[in-house]
């Protein structure tokens, strides 16, 4: 089994800073790429910043200049610094991982549980 666990969630003032971190975890040999997506109360989830393996990173334009996604390959993690946050970033935030577990040859794709953002003076 496969299981992504995200942390770094809460309330913060406007123009202030969170970390979010996603660690993977179970029988996996490799993961290909990772990302960030959110998905605010009556709207469609949406991609928030992407990283492959490599690291090589794209960002929606609405978070580009203020957030910054990375990872470290060697703790299956990935992480997404917020800086600068605004009320429109109120969201729940997902993390998702395409990962080739043990014993096959195709990515699967993974989903976190979520966790909240609230941006709000």
């Known amino acids: 089994q496969v299981q992504l666990v995200e942390s770094g969630g809460g309330l913060v003032q406007p123009g202030g800073s969170l970390r979010l971190s996603c660690a993977a975890s179970?029988?996996?040999?490799?993961?290909?790429?990772m990302a960030w997506y959110r998905q605010a109360p009556g709207k469609e989830r949406e991609l928030v910043a992407s990283?492959?393996?490599?690291?090589?990173?794209t960002y929606a334009d609405s978070v580009k200049g203020r957030f910054t996604i990375s990872r470290d390959n060697a703790k299956n993690t990935v992480y997404l610094q917020m800086n600068s946050l605004k009320p429109e970033d109120t969201a729940v935030y997902y993390c998702n991982a395409k990962i080739i577990k043990r014993g096959q040859l195709i990515a699967n794709n993974y989903w976190g549980q979520g966790t909240q953002v609230s941006v709000s003076s």
């Open positions: 990283i492959t393996r490599g690291g090589s990173t």
């Open positions: 179970g029988s996996i040999f490799i993961i290909t790429d």
